[in-house]
C-alpha cells in the first residue's frame, strides 16, 4: 500500500468515526451534531497526518531541517479545541448545559488523532477481531507470535497484545 492509500484510508476511517458520533448525536437532537463531529475528526486526522509525512512533501529540504513531533501537534489541536468546547458551555440559572458536547468533540478530535498517527492501532484491532472471531488461543498454531519493542514474544491475539504491548 502506497502512501496516499494509506493517507486516503486514514481520513476515511477518521470521517467514519466522527460521522458516527455524530449522527448519534443528530439522531437524539443535541447540538454539535454531524458535520461538526465528522470535521473535528477529519480536521485532528489530517493534522497529525500532515506532520507525519511533512518529512516526504518536502523533497528538497534537508531531514535534518524537517523536525517532527507528532506530540507537539496533537497538544495544539486539543488546545484549539479545548477552546471550541468552551464556546459550546452556557450557564443558565443555576446550571450548566453543553458539557456533554464540550466532551463529545473533545473526545471525537481525540479520536482523530489517534486514527491519523497510529495506523497500527488498526490494525492489531483487526488482528484482535479476527483472533477473536477464529476463537484461536495465545500460543495456538493460528495465533502468530511477533516481537514487542522490549524483544519479547507478544501474541497478535487479544490477550497477548494486552499482556505484551499494553503492559497489564
Not at 463529545?104 to 491519523?116: D, H, K, N, Q, R
Amino acid at each position: 500500500m502506497n502512501d496516499w492509500e494509506t493517507i486516503t484510508l486514514h481520513l476515511f476511517g477518521a470521517v467514519l468515526a466522527g460521522g458516527i458520533i455524530g449522527i448519534e448525536r443528530s439522531y437524539h437532537a443535541r447540538p454539535a451534531g454531524f458535520r461538526t463531529h465528522t470535521l473535528v475528526c477529519l480536521a485532528s486526522s489530517l493534522l497529525m497526518l500532515v506532520t507525519l509525512y511533512q518529512w516526504k512533501w518536502l523533497p528538497g529540504v534537508p531531514l535534518d531541517t524537517v523536525r517532527t513531533d507528532p506530540t507537539r501537534m496533537a497538544q495544539g489541536i486539543m488546545t484549539g479545541i479545548g477552546f471550541l468546547g468552551a464556546g459550546v458551555i452556557f450557564r443558565e440559572g443555576l446550571s450548566v448545559r453543553g458539557l456533554t458536547t464540550a466532551a463529545s468533540i473533545w473526545i471525537t478530535a481525540a479520536i482523530g488523532i489517534l486514527i491519523g498517527v497510529l495506523p497500527a492501532i488498526g490494525g492489531s484491532a483487526a488482528s484482535c477481531a479476527g483472533s477473536w472471531a477464529s476463537t484461536a488461543r495465545p500460543g495456538s498454531s493460528r495465533c502468530p507470535t511477533t516481537t514487542s519493542p522490549s524483544k519479547k514474544p507478544v501474541s497478535v491475539c487479544c490477550q497477548g497484545f494486552m499482556q505484551g504491548c499494553l503492559g497489564s
